[in-house]
């Protein structure tokens, strides 16, 4: 195995100092790649595979994944010719938590070298920008309207001290603003709703079970389209991420397709993978199992 490590060297947190100190410990021969700026792990894993190195391992959150992710499918025939590894540094760590990967920095390490590997889907958006089509993969979710407006709104030295509690405070914030409806057309219907989430895998947020009937590799995602967002409606699931049970309500939809568009008559900004990406409209498709992981 010729593995690389691509981390951020400025992130903040118990794990990520702890990784830090211990870099040689933890490397053991194995390249090291620390990036620099936002989009540098794209990048640097896109050269790491055109380098020869079969085994990405994403030091960091489901930020630093994404990334990673990417940079393997924007190298030529990257999925065939490299594997994705999570070393979860990151503030939540959902799709770590979707591979049930320790969360601890040790065991997780000693996993990536004798974890199982895993073929699962590689969902993408599409959409437009002024720099022309864009496209960007994502390993565990999207979502449009309130909780891309709550990203955008996150006080990230407040993450510091507080980790995922930031992204409360700043979803409370983002109750405050409109939220105009989003049209989810797929397999010849359209649904509207003020929320639209999209799962590739079952969870959502961390541990909370938002897409239950999921498969990473089922060649589909599951969106859940919230008619209408009240106070009422994130109580459910504030109290759902505390119980591990989450209580849908009577009007929500639920699709499992394998390709959709999402639109609306106003601005509205959209996610994947818990980075702000733009505004819609968005055309969403999955390249079903082509994606290798250490799970």
């Not at 009240?230 to 759902?240: D, H, K, N, P, S």
Request: include cysteine; proline fraction near 6%.
């Amino acid at each position: 195995m010729r593995a690389c490590v691509i981390f951020n060297p400025t992130a903040r947190g118990d794990k990520a100092c702890h990784f830090r100190r211990h870099l040689e410990a933890f490397s053991g021969g194995i390249a090291l790649k620390p990036t620099q700026a936002p989009g540098d792990g794209r990048r640097l894993a896109a050269e790491a595979v055109q380098d020869g190195f079969d085994t990405l391992v994403a030091g960091g959150g489901d930020g630093t994944v994404n990334e990673v992710l990417n940079g393997i499918a924007d190298a030529p025939s990257g999925f065939a010719r490299a594997r994705l590894a999570v070393l979860p540094l990151g503030t939540v760590n959902v799709f770590a938590r979707e591979l049930g990967l320790p969360l601890q920095l040790r065991p997780a390490w000693e996993a990536i070298f004798s974890g199982r590997e895993r073929i699962i889907d590689a969902p993408f958006a599409d959409w437009s920008t002024e720099h022309g089509l864009q496209r960007r993969h994502f390993a565990q979710l999207a979502g449009a309207g309130l909780d891309a407006r709550a990203i955008s709104l996150v006080d990230w030295q407040l993450k510091k001290r507080i980790a995922q509690f930031a992204y409360v405070i700043a979803g409370l914030k983002a109750m405050r603003a409109p939220h105009p409806l989003i049209s989810v057309t797929a397999d010849g219907r359209t649904v509207q709703g003020e929320l639209v989430l999209v799962g590739n895998g079952r969870f959502y947020g961390g541990n909370l079970p938002m897409f239950p009937a999921a498969q990473l590799d089922d060649g589909l995602f599951d969106i859940c389209v919230f008619p209408r967002l009240t106070w009422g409606l994130l109580a459910r699931y504030g109290l759902g991420y505390v119980t591990g049970k989450p209580s849908p309500p009577r009007d929500l939809t639920v699709l499992r397709v394998s390709s959709a568009t999402l639109s609306s008559t106003a601005p509205v900004p959209f996610e994947l993978d818990g980075d702000l990406c733009g505004e819609l409209p968005v055309s969403l498709g999955v390249a079903a199992r082509v994606l290798r992981v250490v799970a």
